[in-house]
């Protein structure tokens, strides 16, 4: 049976509104993928570059076929194992899928979101819908209703609460070029997971001069704060300037630093709980109005690596 808030959302949906959803990495700032004006409406509302392409969410494997063409085997092998989950995949588009979603190139990123409230909505529409995380461009991902609510203020659409996101970090992006498979975006799901998976090394490819993944570009996902990573020095010469500075720690507090203007992403030195908390805490700090933030650097293995990527960009001026 449908619940009230789902109704509310397909109706919202159908009429080509957008509805914040909630998914296992983020929440998406959704609309009907088909629709152009639903379209519009997410880059508007975002502030978005028109070059930077859209995810279309699909509602089980079984859809793929309807959004992309000429799939390589492998890319079916991902899907079967890890949708729905926290992998886009970065696949040639149908001719149904409008240009303004793909920023006019001949592909499309698609995946299936594992979140039930949004499956289920997925499975009530007869469209799929396009989310980018729902925030304004190059700020924090949301990973609960209130972050949401706290990036668009009054703009703020219809929220389908699903409480907070279980992973917290978005998905990881592959692509697909000739026999190689490339890696767009570091996320959920790391680069050695998946290597392993397919038995077949994947390239790297985040850092591209010009970027076919906005995910790419170096200033991305940034609180309003500035952010830096730790170093001695800068501590020193922030403490000698009187500054009010937050810490973003892995596992340890400082003693040096009042409390308040501290988290601790992980007291047990778990990176998985760590990508949990990260944009939770940097909206919290945020929120503090200090001058800067200092954050550790985290072991870049596994998930660790998303993380240090985000932050990384997130210290980029
Ligand atoms: O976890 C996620 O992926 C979340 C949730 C809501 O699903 N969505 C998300 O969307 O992170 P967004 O728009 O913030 O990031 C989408 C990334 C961008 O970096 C975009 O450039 C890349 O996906 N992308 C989308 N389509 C692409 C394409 N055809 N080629 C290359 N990159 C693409
Ligand atoms: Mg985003």
């Not at 490819?205 to 020095?233: I, Q, R």
């Not at 937050?246 to 998985?272: K, M, T, V």
């Not at 949990?276 to 596994?302: S, T, V």
Request: proline share 8%; with cysteine; charged share 20%.
């Amino acid at each position: 049976m449908q619940s009230k808030a789902i109704k509310k959302a397909k109706e919202l949906l159908e009429n080509e509104e957008l509805v914040a959803i909630p998914t296992e990495t983020v929440y998406g700032l959704a609309g009907n993928a088909y629709s152009t004006i639903a379209v519009k409406k997410i880059y508007e509302l975002k502030g978005r570059p028109s070059n930077n392409p859209l995810i279309v969410h699909i509602k089980s494997r079984a859809y793929l076929d309807q959004v992309a063409q000429n799939i390589p085997e492998q890319a079916y092998k991902l899907a079967e194992t890890f949708w729905p989950g926290p992998l886009t995949l970065v696949l040639e588009k149908q001719d149904r899928v409008p240009a303004l979603v793909s920023a006019h190139k001949n592909t499309v990123g698609v995946r299936v979101p594992n979140h039930p409230l949004t499956l289920n909505l997925l499975e009530a529409l007869d469209f799929p819908l396009v989310a980018p995380s729902a925030n304004t461009s190059n700020h924090i991902s949301p990973t609960c209703k209130a972050h949401v609510q706290a990036s668009f203020g009054e703009k703020s659409p219809y929220v389908l609460d699903g409480g907070p996101c279980e992973a917290g970090l978005e998905s990881t992006i592959l692509g697909f070029k000739g026999s190689e498979i490339l890696l767009y975006r570091h996320g959920v799901l790391s680069k050695e997971l998946l290597s392993a998976f397919l038995g077949q090394e994947i390239v790297e490819h985040t850092h591209a001069p010009v970027p076919e993944s906005p995910g790419m570009f170096l200033k991305h996902y940034a609180p309003h704060t500035p952010l830096y990573f730790y170093d001695d020095n800068a501590f020193k010469a922030a403490q000698e300037k009187n500054l009010r500075i937050g810490f973003l720690n892995f596992r340890a507090i400082n003693p040096y630093i009042n409390p308040e203007n501290q988290r601790i992403l992980s007291p047990l030195g778990s990176l998985e709980e760590a990508a949990k908390n990260l944009y939770r805490f940097l909206y919290e700090l945020d929120a503090l109005g200090l001058d800067l933030i200092f954050a550790e650097q985290l072991p870049p293995h596994g998930i660790g690596k998303a993380i240090h990527d985000k932050l990384y960009r997130a210290s980029q001026k």
